[in-house]
């Protein structure tokens, strides 16, 4: 029987989709299937390009009916939403559900998908009718977008970016610059191009336009990546960028590429979840076939406990994306909580795929390595999610932004339901100024845990989050370590792993989670706070008071072994359930 918390092909049936939702993810899961196994992996050791998935994503208009906001929709001549194109809406749910199964099946399909939605968040901002209206044609054409920010020499650092507009006189520009670690640069049908005009100095000059990579004054340079990703360099020469093209200008533009990438790092958290399940029916599956000693290598103790571990930790990833989308698509003007969760998704979800990879692996061995399997392109491709969007570091640091506020100064919010709803996400191309993060308010994170008090692990997490509420009043970095980054990176570990909980908990309660496995997982989480706790201890800069906290806040996890046994019996089971075709 398919185990509820994993996605499993073969028994996948998204029903709480609307009809034509639930028709596009059954259908690509069916494509992928029908192309089978051995077809996927010798694609991604030859680099092909994407061709064939791109043709059938086309036909089914599958990127033009997901990524097309309902505002959009009747902007192409002649159309109209109430009845030319329903099914079309940007709706964070069911891109969520399409991410995982990219994931699952290949990164390198996710990625065409990922960056054409990075590189049709400038357009969506926009109130360039022209410009709208001409991404919303090439997206029922079936091209892909693409967008252009980062730069060779200054990374994603926008502040410097060397594309220039020259003004040609007539109210139009001359864009020259290069581009640098694009993705779809070799193929889009449109490249939202960040630059900087040459007549106006600081913030004011800023641009984001639009180019199209056929252009002749558009020169493809290379791909920089050795995958079937096309991760481009490519260079303008005298490109000329008239009205129609301007999609934001001075501080807007700015604004633009940061809520872009509010946008789009949410799909990182579930395409590495895709590529852990796939990668666990799998892993389970060898282990459970295999001999060693004259006795199965899953009756080993140590390997059940890392299997379990696994497990575990992926089902929190799971559980926390899950309700992380519901924040994220309730997001308005007084509520940006999603601003917390968002990049949280980021690095502690990939990062936590990264340590499911790792325990399976460790089980696996030498057959992660094997050219005939899913898993060896998985150990690869994890590792990027963690890396792109900005890194695990950027992210923490953002996080940490919020750690008064959440811990220490709760507001009143109702509560947010569920959102499967077939809704557009309209507010998350109207973000506003990306600033102000000091202000943001949360409800209180305290009731989730207070609902699983009984759970012997959850009680003993509890103990270690409210002693990082005492650290944030009686122990918190002084001025100077305030700008010791890696000290404050310890606690902003500390930090994730209680907002991890938190929303663990809360989608624990609305979908009543097993309690063996939340229990279980919350083992796991306390193993994980006392690690970075004993971290913390260890950095150069911590004081007397702050490594008299650290070892205080170390717990040991509630042993059961009847739960367990339980929950390792979930795992034990997995081998049969699932494998793709040949």
């Not at 890396?387 to 009143?412: D, Q, R, S, Y």
């Not at 908990?505 to 309690?515: H, I, M, N, P, S």
């Not at 950095?539 to 490594?547: I, N, P």
Request: aromatic content about 12%; charged content about 25%; hydrophobic content about 45%.
């Amino acid at each position: 029987m398919a185990d509820p918390l994993l996605f499993n092909p073969r028994t996948y049936d998204p029903a709480h989709f609307d009809p034509e939702t639930r028709r596009l993810l059954r259908a690509t899961v069916d494509w992928f299937e029908n192309r089978g196994k051995r077809r996927l992996i010798e694609d991604y050791r030859s680099r092909a390009w994407l061709a064939d998935f791109l043709a059938f994503a086309a036909k089914e208009k599958l990127f033009a009916t997901f990524l097309t906001p309902a505002s959009a929709a009747g902007e192409q001549p002649g159309d109209q939403q109430a009845d030319g194109h329903p099914d079309k809406r940007w709706d964070t749910a069911r891109i969520a559900a399409l991410n995982e199964i990219f994931g699952f099946y290949g990164l390198d399909y996710w990625y065409a998908w990922q960056v054409t939605i990075l590189g049709l968040g400038p357009v969506w901002q926009s109130d360039n009718a022209a410009a709208r209206a001409r991404a919303a044609e090439l997206l029922d054409q079936g091209e892909v977008f693409a967008f252009g920010l980062s730069e060779k020499t200054h990374g994603a650092d926008i502040y410097s970016t060397d594309m220039l507009l020259e003004p040609d006189g007539d109210g139009g520009f001359r864009a020259s610059g290069a581009k640098y670690y694009i993705g779809n640069g070799n193929a889009a049908g449109l490249v939202s191009v960040f630059g900087r005009r040459t007549d106006i100095e600081g913030p004011d000059g800023y641009v984001f336009f639009a180019a199209d990579s056929r252009h002749p004054a558009y020169h493809l340079v290379k791909n920089v990546v050795d995958s079937s990703k096309y991760v481009s360099e490519f260079r303008l020469d005298d490109y000329p960028v008239g009205p129609d093209d301007i999609l934001h200008t001075g501080r807007a533009a700015f604004d633009a590429a940061l809520n872009t990438v509010n946008v789009g790092k949410f799909n990182l958290c579930t395409a590495s979840i895709g590529i852990c399940e796939h990668a666990m029916y799998e892993a389970v599956t060898h282990a459970h076939n295999r001999i060693l000693y004259g006795r199965p290598v899953i009756a080993f103790p140590h390997v059940r406990r890392e299997l379990t571990d696994a497990y575990v930790r992926l089902a929190g990833m799971k559980l926390f994306s899950d309700r992380a989308v519901d924040y994220f698509r309730s997001a308005g003007p007084d509520d940006r909580r999603y601003l917390l969760f968002n990049p949280m998704t980021k690095m502690k979800v990939t990062t936590e795929g990264e340590k499911v990879i790792d325990l399976m692996w460790d089980v696996i061995a030498a057959k992660g390595f094997e050219k005939d399997t899913y898993f060896a392109q998985a150990a690869t491709e994890i590792r990027g999610l963690p890396k792109l969007e900005g890194t695990v570091h950027v992210n923490l640091a953002l996080i940490l932004k919020f750690m008064g506020n959440h811990l220490l100064n709760p507001a009143a919010y109702e509560p947010v339901p569920t959102r499967l709803d077939a809704a557009d996400d309209a507010f998350l191309f109207r973000q506003g100024p990306a600033r102000g993060l000091g202000s943001v308010r949360f409800h209180d994170w305290r009731p989730a845990f207070d609902a699983y008090a009984a759970l012997p692990n959850v009680a003993r997490f509890r103990e270690q989050a409210d002693a990082l509420c005492e650290f944030v009043t009686t122990a918190a970095p002084d001025e100077k370590q305030s700008r010791d980054l890696d000290l404050l990176l310890a606690v902003g570990q500390l930090f994730a792993l209680v907002v991890h909980g938190q929303l663990i908990l809360e989608q624990a309660r609305l979908t009543g989670l097993d309690e063996d496995v939340l229990d279980e997982l919350f083992a796991v989480l306390v193993r994980d706070f006392s690690a970075y706790a004993v971290e913390l201890h260890g950095k150069d800069s911590a004081t007397d008071a702050q490594q008299r906290w650290a070892l205080a806040a170390v717990r040991r996890p509630v042993v059961d072994e009847a739960r367990s046994a339980r929950v390792w019996e979930r795992v034990e089971a997995l081998p049969g359930t699932y494998e793709m075709a040949p």
